[in-house]
């Protein structure tokens, strides 16, 4: 015998469902044929377990290294680059992500495919089509995966089964969608990053030996975006009915000359929007898109030396929520892992404009409907952190997160409760419990009064429930609150179901899943 070769597995992945800090990776990438630790914890367990596209817990940037091949998409004529995924998984964990989870779709391909024209969005080419499936099922419709059929997740339809995730990424749709890539010159392809004194960051980082890539970073046309747009309302109806503590961050595409007023049409909604863009249904509070693409700070190795900007954002995120709590804005945080930013944002996107004349709706800006990242007099950093709903209460994210933390107290709780009778003790116990959050988000500046009677109250009586709700073994309690925020008042109304569940009351009294 020559020896002995060691190599230390993973711990089993174990789920954390209230963490506000775990973000989840869908796209493409192959996993490394020496990992292992891969072979030995790959993926979910149950009936999924051993499925080479099951989700895999990385908990550092060393330990995706070892089971993701990050680095090795194909270029034509040899060699490799570095993938999109891997880039912004990079950037996640440089800004001090902690814990995410890696769902590795299919192999990644070359940067200048495909070659052909682009059909239009009715007539989505078998190329893009593929690929957009693999992340999307059943698009261009809405997205076919069922909780109560776990042999036909794909994509992000293994949401299902990650209780924890509270951030969702696709880093390869605006790729799938561009135009035909650009050849760049030789001068461009090795063109490093401005030079900058950047904060220290307790991320872990790393470098790659990538080729220069002769290609542009993805750009997108008119029906690039009409493509897009298509496929961010289809995640944002998936959330909203089927994973609503899941919020979807997202890079915009970098407009192709000629397509600059896309991203204005799409957000901004103008009294003449493009009429090459469709009505696009951005007016959500489970999509937060980020802008505009960012040069890593370690160079080259990507299209264009860009990268789409949601891996730094989810790693700010995160790192917000593990130091300072979720519910706060991550506002002014700084963006350590970048060097530059492109394209660059014009005065009148980062202004917020003065109200017009009365009876006149006042023009929207570009920092009130996505969270810009730029250079700021203090380094690069979040320049806003909002989510692309219209509603003023809904549009803070920290808000949003707010409420994703009350949920998943409130379904805890309710897992807790699952076999008490519905009565006074039930009742009871809830509010006590939900009292005790709040009290502690209150001691913690989440939220806004004078005292603890100001900053919110909990009802669960015979005033927020029918007889017919006891007789079914529902028990209904209503949540008011207000958050530390410009915002006057929010109220929740959650069904407590005999099953366990935890569902939204929405003014009509029908009861949605907030799972």
């Not at 007016?283 to 960012?294: E, G, H, N």
Request: a neutral charge.
């Amino acid at each position: 015998m020559s020896g002995l070769t060691f190599e230390r597995a993973a711990p089993p992945a174990t789920s954390a469902p209230n963490r506000m800090d775990v973000a989840c990776f869908v796209g493409f990438i192959r996993r490394r044929d020496t990992s292992v630790s891969d072979r030995a914890n790959a993926g979910t367990p149950g009936p999924t377990a051993g499925r080479s596209d099951s989700p895999t817990p990385v908990e550092s940037w060393s330990e995706f290294d070892d089971r993701f091949a990050w680095d090795r998409r194909p270029l034509d004529g040899g060699g490799h680059c570095i993938t999109t995924m891997g880039a912004t998984v990079r950037s996640f964990f440089a800004e001090g992500g902690r814990r995410c989870w890696i769902v590795p779709v299919a192999d990644p391909w070359p940067p200048s495919r495909p070659r052909h024209s682009r059909a239009p969005l009715h007539v989505l080419g078998a190329w893009r089509l593929g690929r957009l499936r693999c992340l999307l099922p059943g698009f261009p419709g809405p997205v076919a995966s069922t909780e109560a059929d776990p042999a036909a997740w794909r994509g992000i339809g293994w949401l299902f089964a990650l209780p924890d995730v509270s951030c969702l990424c696709l880093p390869d749709l605006a790729d799938i969608v561009r135009v035909p890539a650009a050849r760049l010159s030789a001068a461009r392809q090795l063109l490093p990053a401005a030079p900058q004194f950047v904060e220290c960051s307790d991320g872990e980082t790393a470098t790659a030996d990538s080729l220069p890539v002769p290609f542009d970073a993805p750009r997108a046309d008119f029906e690039s975006f009409s493509v897009w747009s298509t496929a961010i309302a289809r995640i944002a109806d998936f959330l909203d009915h089927r994973r609503r503590e899941v919020e979807l961050v997202a890079g915009i595409p970098i407009p192709a000359v000629g397509a600059e007023s896309a991203v204005e049409s799409i957000l901004l909604r103008q009294d003449r929007p493009d009429p090459r863009i469709p009505d696009a249904p951005f007016d959500s509070m489970f999509v937060q898109l980020a802008y505009p693409w960012l040069r890593h700070v370690d160079g080259s190795g990507l299209p264009g030396g860009l990268e789409p900007p949601e891996g730094a954002l989810a790693g700010v995120l995160a790192r917000n929520a593990l130091s300072r709590g979720a519910y706060h804005s991550a506002a002014t945080l700084p963006v350590t892992s970048a060097a530059d930013t492109w394209p660059a944002l014009a005065q009148d996107e980062l202004v917020v404009p003065a109200d017009p004349a009365r009876g006149r709706e006042r023009r929207r800006a570009l920092v009130e409907r996505a969270s810009l990242i730029g250079m700021t007099p203090t380094g690069m950093r979040v320049l806003s952190d909002v989510t692309t709903s219209l509603d003023e209460s809904n549009r803070p994210a920290a808000v949003r997160r707010l409420v994703v933390s009350i949920l998943r107290a409130a379904r805890r709780l309710g897992e807790a409760v699952v076999f008490d009778a519905s009565g006074e003790a039930l009742w009871s116990r809830i509010r006590a419990r939900l009292e005790s959050l709040l009290l502690s988000l209150y001691n913690d500046g989440a939220l806004r009064g004078a005292s603890p009677e100001e900053a919110f109250r909990v009802r669960c009586d015979r005033t927020t429930m029918r007889q017919a709700d006891i007789d079914d073994g529902r028990a209904i309690v209503e949540v008011t609150f207000a958050p530390a925020l410009p915002i006057e008042r929010i109220r929740l109304v959650l069904a407590f179901a005999a099953s366990g569940s935890i569902g939204l009351v929405d003014r009509t009294g029908n009861v949605q899943e907030a799972a």
